[in-house]
């Protein structure tokens, strides 16, 4: 056996420990002798698993009572449906377009109302984030909605909107987990688990109590209603179970490494050897302004297509999978998530500053 440096976007590298742990209760989960993938939903140790895994990402995430955690289906794009659908009860929302992300929730919102783009870096290919510290706010919007960490581009909210008093929605699918965040400044936080906290096919939506009603969009299937979920506790109907008892044993993996707070530290370390090494290359440079740079996704280039195609065909070569950029930035990204280990991103460096020495003219 043996592994490589995954630097993919997502789905994406997770903690060896967690992959290990589920290898071994594959046959046997606690001398129940199935698999999770194989027991009922409502037998008494999946109903463990579920139970654990919210009260574990409460105690990570510190979710005050008001708020709900709801394990549901659909990926993150689901909810750029579900959201207007739940929430638009002016028919009006508010939105900033810091990526393609951001971008198509957008645009599924106009399908249900009046979306208005309040702010975009679209100008400068959405490498950095516009100042937001007094938006148009629309009087009437039922929320704001922000793409927190923007895979594709490599740029991070350091900040969050001034929202003047409106709600405000965050999709943090590729930062989830990352650093500490306060639950009460938002309404909504949701994420595909698929980038940093396990397995595609969950999305885990945070959801503060009143937003939660049954006064939505005329229309609105009974599963995409957040009611329906809250109240069966995410067991309406099957849910991806073998998904979350994955995340479960991920937010383990995080409260025995200490937490958000010491895993923001490690990202923080981690992110500055490679943005140091892009700072001071004479090769290789980072493409995100940077007060706005992402611990997360790290994307650069040399500035030549074709070198940065061998340096993607070499760095595989040698064991670094997945540093291709998104096909609309080009170059290449390292998506360096929680579970990439600091000598993942040591040893891409000594390689980035051997291929440097060997290809600058
Ligand atoms: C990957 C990603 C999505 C899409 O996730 P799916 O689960 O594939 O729908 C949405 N938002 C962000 C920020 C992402 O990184």
């Given at each position: 056996?043996?592994?490589?440096?995954?630097?993919?976007?997502?789905?994406?590298?997770?903690?060896?420990?967690?992959?290990?742990?589920?290898?071994?209760e594959?046959?046997?989960?606690?001398?129940?002798?199935m698999?999770?993938?194989?027991?009922?939903?409502?037998?008494?140790?999946?109903?463990?698993?579920?139970?654990?895994?919210?009260?574990?990402?409460?105690?990570?995430?510190?979710?005050?009572?008001?708020?709900?955690v709801?394990?549901?289906?659909?990926?993150?794009?689901?909810?750029?449906?579900?959201?207007?659908?739940?929430?638009?009860?002016?028919?009006?929302?508010?939105?900033?377009?810091?990526?393609?992300?951001?971008?198509?929730?957008?645009?599924?919102?106009?399908?249900?109302?009046?979306?208005?783009?309040?702010?975009?870096?679209?100008?400068?290919?959405?490498?950095?984030?516009?100042?937001?510290?007094?938006l148009?706010?629309?009087?009437?919007?039922?929320?704001?909605?922000?793409?927190?960490?923007?895979?594709?581009?490599?740029?991070?909210?350091?900040?969050?909107?001034?929202?003047?008093?409106?709600?405000?929605?965050?999709?943090?699918?590729?930062?989830?987990?990352?650093?500490?965040?306060?639950?009460?400044?938002?309404?909504?936080?949701?994420?595909g688990?698929?980038?940093?906290?396990?397995?595609?096919?969950?999305?885990?939506?945070?959801?503060?109590?009143?937003l939660?009603?049954?006064?939505?969009?005329?229309?609105?299937?009974?599963?995409?209603?957040?009611?329906?979920?809250?109240?069966?506790?995410?067991?309406?109907?099957?849910?991806?179970?073998?998904?979350?008892?994955?995340?479960g044993?991920?937010?383990?993996?995080?409260?025995?490494?200490?937490?958000?707070?010491?895993?923001?530290e490690?990202?923080?370390?981690?992110?500055?050897?490679?943005?140091?090494?892009?700072?001071?290359?004479?090769?290789?440079?980072g493409?995100?302004?940077?007060?706005?740079?992402?611990?997360?996704?790290?994307?650069?280039?040399?500035?030549?297509?074709?070198?940065?195609?061998?340096?993607?065909?070499?760095?595989?070569?040698?064991?670094?999978?997945?540093?291709?950029?998104?096909?609309?930035?080009?170059?290449?990204?390292?998506?360096?998530?929680?579970?990439?280990?600091?000598?993942?991103?040591?040893?891409?460096?000594?390689?980035?500053r051997?291929?440097?020495?060997?290809?600058?003219?």
């Open positions: 056996m043996s592994r490589v440096y995954n630097f993919s976007a997502g789905p994406a590298v997770l903690p060896e420990e967690v992959l290990k742990e589920a290898a071994n594959m046959l046997d989960y606690k001398g129940t002798g698999s999770v993938m194989e027991m009922s939903h409502r037998s008494k140790a999946f109903e463990e698993i579920i139970n654990e895994a919210e009260a574990d990402i409460r105690e990570l995430m510190n979710i005050p009572d008001n708020y709900k709801l394990f549901l289906q659909g990926g993150a794009s689901q909810q750029f449906a579900m959201i207007p659908m739940n929430l638009m009860k002016n028919k009006v929302a508010d939105y900033i377009i810091t990526g393609q992300w951001a971008k198509k929730a957008y645009k599924e919102a106009q399908k249900y109302g009046k979306a208005n783009a309040i702010a975009s870096s679209e100008d400068k290919t959405f490498s950095y984030i516009p100042d937001c510290s007094d148009p706010i629309s009087e009437d919007a039922d929320y704001v909605y922000i793409c927190e960490n923007n895979t594709i581009y490599g740029t991070k909210f350091k900040t969050l909107p001034n929202t003047k008093g409106k709600t405000l929605v965050a999709d943090v699918s590729s930062c989830f987990l990352s650093e500490p965040v306060d639950v009460t400044k938002y309404g909504i936080i949701y994420g688990v698929q980038k940093n906290v396990g397995p595609a096919g969950v999305v885990i939506v945070i959801i503060r109590e009143d939660i009603t049954e006064d939505v969009l005329p229309g609105t299937p009974t599963m995409l209603q957040y009611k329906t979920h809250a109240d069966a506790k995410s067991l309406y109907n099957t849910p991806p179970a073998y998904g979350i008892y994955i995340c044993k991920v937010f383990k993996w995080l409260k025995k490494q200490g937490g958000l707070a010491k895993m923001k490690r990202n923080e370390k981690k992110a500055k050897i490679l943005y140091d090494f892009l700072d001071q290359s004479k090769l290789f440079k493409t995100v302004v940077k007060e706005d740079r992402s611990l997360m996704n790290v994307p650069f280039v040399t500035g030549d297509e074709e070198l940065d195609a061998k340096f993607v065909k070499e760095a595989k070569a040698a064991g670094f999978e997945n540093l291709k950029g998104h096909r609309t930035v080009g170059g290449m990204r390292a998506s360096i998530y929680n579970a990439m280990p600091i000598e993942g991103v040591e040893k891409l460096v000594e390689f980035m051997e291929f440097e020495k060997n290809n600058l003219k």
